[in-house]
């Protein structure tokens, strides 16, 4: 009997109409699907979140939505994480919800979420350099959660161009660099998946 597909959470940085990111966010999913998994879309703007602040958590304990967050990215695999580039940092919607998703409750870490899964980065910008800067700080964040992030991140700049008509990318280098990036995550979440069961 063939092992069950590892389950992977997709995410986008932006919730603007039209995002780039968004747009890569998709594509992965059809890259990620193609290499063997099951995928879940989370769309932030469907989890809205207060700015965290601690007053806030003490007196309201965590919102209903993070609660939401935290059982979603507990049950999965692994996560690729689509990030514009904001001010050479992952943009404050992703962070903000890492931020309220990593808190501790009375019965388990604030890493519980995220720690012992692979994450995939990826980001599109406007620019030459395709986000990837922000995705540095990024790793930084999710490293410190016990993520397995992958060395490799795809970046693709100059998104005007990149993308054809249908939310495609038109270049196939950057379609062949995501599907490395999506086998990779596959792969290791398996072999992560493993490893936490006792059976690698």
Same mark, same amino acid.
């Given at each position: 009997?063939?092992?069950?597909?590892?389950?992977?959470?997709?995410?986008?940085?932006?919730?603007?109409?039209?995002?780039?990111?968004?747009?890569?966010?998709?594509?992965?999913?059809?890259?990620?699907?193609?290499?063997?998994?099951?995928?879940?879309?989370?769309?932030?703007?469907?989890?809205?979140?207060?700015?965290?602040?601690?007053?806030?958590?003490?007196?309201?304990?965590?919102?209903?939505?993070?609660?939401?967050?935290?059982?979603?990215?507990?049950?999965?695999?692994?996560?690729?994480?689509?990030?514009?580039?904001?001010?050479?940092?992952?943009?404050?919607?992703?962070?903000?919800?890492?931020?309220?998703?990593?808190? $501790?409750? #009375?019965? %388990?870490? =604030?890493? /519980?979420?995220?720690?012992?899964?692979? &994450?995939?980065?990826?980001? *599109?910008?406007?620019?030459?350099?395709?986000?990837?800067?922000?995705?540095?700080?990024?790793?930084?964040?999710?490293?410190?959660?016990?993520?397995?992030?992958?060395?490799?991140?795809?970046?693709?700049?100059?998104?005007?161009? $990149?993308? #054809?008509? %249908?939310? =495609?990318? /038109?270049?196939?280098?950057?379609?062949? &660099?995501?599907?490395?990036? *999506?086998?990779?995550?596959?792969?290791?979440?398996?072999?992560?998946?493993?490893?936490?069961?006792?059976?690698?």
């Amino acid at each position: 009997m063939s092992p069950e597909p590892p389950s992977i959470i997709i995410v986008s940085g932006s919730s603007r109409v039209g995002s780039y990111n968004v747009a890569l966010a998709r594509i992965g999913q059809k890259l990620l699907e193609e290499a063997g998994a099951n995928t879940t879309v989370i769309d932030l703007a469907a989890y809205p979140l207060p700015i965290y602040n601690f007053d806030l958590q003490v007196r309201d304990g965590l919102p209903a939505h993070a609660m939401a967050l935290k059982a979603i990215f507990k049950a999965a695999d692994g996560f690729l994480v689509a990030s514009p580039e904001h001010n050479m940092a992952p943009t404050a919607l992703l962070k903000n919800m890492i931020d309220w998703v990593s808190r $501790a409750t #009375d019965t %388990e870490s =604030g890493k /519980a979420p995220f720690q012992d899964r692979p &994450a995939a980065l990826c980001a *599109a910008s406007v620019g030459p350099l395709g986000g990837q800067r922000g995705l540095i700080g990024l790793r930084m964040i999710l490293t410190g959660l016990d993520v397995h992030v992958l060395p490799g991140v795809v970046g693709v700049g100059s998104a005007v161009a $990149a993308f #054809d008509s %249908e939310g =495609g990318l /038109a270049s196939a280098p950057h379609v062949a &660099a995501m599907r490395r990036l *999506a086998e990779k995550l596959v792969e290791t979440a398996r072999g992560l998946r493993l490893a936490r069961s006792g059976q690698a």
